[in-house]
T-cell receptor, first 112, second 112 residues
Framework: DSGVTQTPKHLITATGQRVTLRCSPR?????VYWYQQSLDQGLQFLIQ???????AKGNILERFSAQQFPDLHSELNLSSLELGDSALYFC???????????FGQGTRLTVV | TQLLEQSPQFLSIQEGENLTVYCNSS?????LQWYRQEPGEGPVLLVT?????EVKKLKRLTFQFGDARKDSSLHITAAQPGDTGLYLC????????????FGQGTELSVKP
């Protein structure tokens, strides 16, 4: 157990819908990262927050957004969902903005 | 463009055999991490290497960071069925916060 908690574990939704994925980092970690893993693209970095502020951004779609709250948990919002958004979404956390990251168990999103 | 190329993509061996997984790039990384991922789970950090030429050993696993910090290798001695899984290398750069660039992974199967 990495100490990073993600909910829900599985999510099935229809195209065009909006979902929110939640992540609680390890105790004491200030950085939260979101990654998307699909069969054809592998693990792709989406976005990083450090102590509530956006720190780094990857190829995150405009339909996706994230935030980190004062209690350091983070949410990833995915809207206008398409079939191609079906993937595993991982959250990771680390103590600082450039230290080793520890991954949660992921949320498997299926868009039908 | 895949910045980190892993090879081989698939590897099926018998218990007791040795194997090496390679992670290559044309770019320099400030550090490189190796993860192991099992189906339905998040990646689990195995090791981080930060110095060119560095060698780290973790029981039967030996990790090496290339002198130029552009490549890395993972060597497993006397593989066991419990080593089965997806091995991922991931590189970090100083000017990109905690963003990790992942290789496509090596799917290892060790048969008893």
């Amino acid at each position: 157990d990495s100490g990073v908690t993600q909910t829900p574990k599985h999510l099935i939704t229809a195209t065009g819908q909006r979902v929110t994925l939640r992540c609680s980092p390890r105790s004491g970690d200030l950085s939260v990262y979101w990654y998307q893993q699909s069969l054809d693209q592998g693990l792709q970095f989406l976005i990083q927050y450090y102590n509530g502020e956006e720190r780094a951004k990857g190829n995150i779609l405009e339909r996706f957004s994230a935030q980190q709250f004062p209690d350091l948990h983070s949410e990833l919002n995915l809207s206008s969902l398409e079939l191609g958004d079906s993937a595993l979404y991982f959250c990771a956390s680390s103590p600082s903005w450039n230290t080793e990251a520890f991954f949660g168990q992921g949320t498997r999103l299926t868009v039908v | 463009t895949q910045l980190l190329e892993q090879s081989p993509q698939f590897l099926s061996i018998q218990e007791g055999e040795n194997l090496t997984v390679y992670c290559n790039s044309s770019s320099v990384f400030s550090s490189l991490q190796w993860y192991r991922q099992e189906p339905g789970e998040g990646p689990v950090l195995l090791v981080t290497v930060v110095t060119g030429g560095e060698v780290k050993k973790l029981k039967r696993l030996t990790f090496q960071f290339g002198d130029a910090r552009k490549d890395s290798s993972l060597h497993i001695t006397a593989a066991q069925p419990g080593d089965t899984g997806l091995y991922l290398c991931a590189g970090a750069r100083n000017n990109q916060g905690g963003k990790l660039i992942f290789g496509q992974g090596t799917e290892l199967s060790v048969k008893p």
